[in-house]
Each structure stands twice: as C-alpha cells, then as structure tokens.
C-alpha cells in the first residue's frame, strides 16, 4: 500500500529525499517527517521512505517487472491508478 500511496501523491525514487520536506501531510506521513505510523507498526518511522529510495512507487516498480522497461511489456490497463482508470487504490495511511 506505500508503494502505491507513493504513486499517487507523487513520490518517486529519484525525489523521495526532495519530497521529504514536502508541506503535504500526506506526503509527510509516508515518508515518516509526520506522525508515527511506523512506530505503531513496529517498524522505523521512515520504512515507506527507506522502501521507495530502494524500489520506487508501484508504478516503477510495474514497469521495470512487468512493463514497457521489462522483458513482458505488459500494458497496466485495469493494474493503474484509480485515478487513471485503473482498478488499483490504496488505502490511507493513518
């Protein structure tokens, strides 16, 4: 779900470290600069942070597997963001 949450708001490997200083709350909640969310799931309070610096969002991540950048070239099609038609939507990070 961080992964696409990432995707959605924008988050990407290469501006991860950038977004950090985001005034978004929910950008700030993701990459742990706000609240506690990995605490109370008993990890480190930048775990989603550390996850995207090291994979991307889902939609990098889709694309180097499965994608135009993988050997399968799959479209994502219904395996998009809501927000582009797809099915895929992630559930809010509190």
Known sequence: MALLTAEELGVTRNNAE???????????RLLGTDGNL???LGLA???AFQAIKQV??????????FGA?????LERGFNQLWTKGGLMFPAPLR
Request: glycine share 12%; no cysteine; aromatic share 10%.
């Open 45 to 47: 309070t930048d775990w």
């Open 56 to 65: 991307g969002d889902y939609g990098e991540l889709y694309e180097r597997s």
């Open 69 to 73: 950048k993988s050997e399968m070239r």
């Open 18 to 28: 950038a977004m950090r200083t985001s005034s978004l709350l929910d950008v700030k």
């Open 38 to 40: 990995g605490g109370s």
